[in-house]
């Protein structure tokens, strides 16, 4: 079994309901992303998947969130846009469009400071 992972970076603007008081307020954080895919097999080229093509499929996910206010977005409607949920959401999305079935995404790791993050772990 083979894992692959790409980091990436987003800044964007949320209010968390029903937390800290703090987190009530209108903040925002510079998101720290960590993706993981796993594969079983190398395909002809010797590789699970193709860096640069992982990379391109993340950043067209990236861009739906950066410099955003998330709660206005689709993706979160009726829910909070905590760390856990951009994780569980940019998990969903790469599975959805990555296009070979032999990779799957193992997990997402959303950090929204240097030392507080949320992973999600793909079943």
């Known amino acids: 079994m083979f894992e692959l ?3 990436t970076n987003f800044a964007a603007a949320h209010q968390l309901k029903l ?3 703090k987190c009530e307020n209108l903040h925002g954080h510079n998101w720290k992303i960590e993706a993981c895919v796993t594969g ?3 395909n002809d080229a010797g590789v ?3 860096f640069g093509n992982l990379k391109i499929i993340l950043s067209e ?3 739906e969130l950066d410099h955003k206010f998330l709660n206005d977005l689709e993706w979160f409607k009726g829910l909070n846009p905590s760390s856990e949920t951009i994780a569980v959401r940019i998990a ?3 599975e959805n469009r990555i296009d070979d079935p032999a990779v799957k995404v193992s ?3 959303a ?3 240097d030392d507080a993050c949320a992973k999600y772990i793909c079943p």
Do not use: C, G, R
Request: glycine share 0%; charged share 30%; hydrophobic share 55%.
């Open 48 to 50: 699970v998947i193709d």
């Open 92 to 94: 969903q999305e790469l």
């Open 19 to 21: 937390v800290a008081e």
């Open 40 to 42: 079983d097999k190398l």
């Open 107 to 109: 997990s997402v790791t």
């Open 111 to 113: 950090w929204e400071s």
């Open 5 to 7: 992972k790409i980091i």
């Open 61 to 63: 996910i990236i861009a």
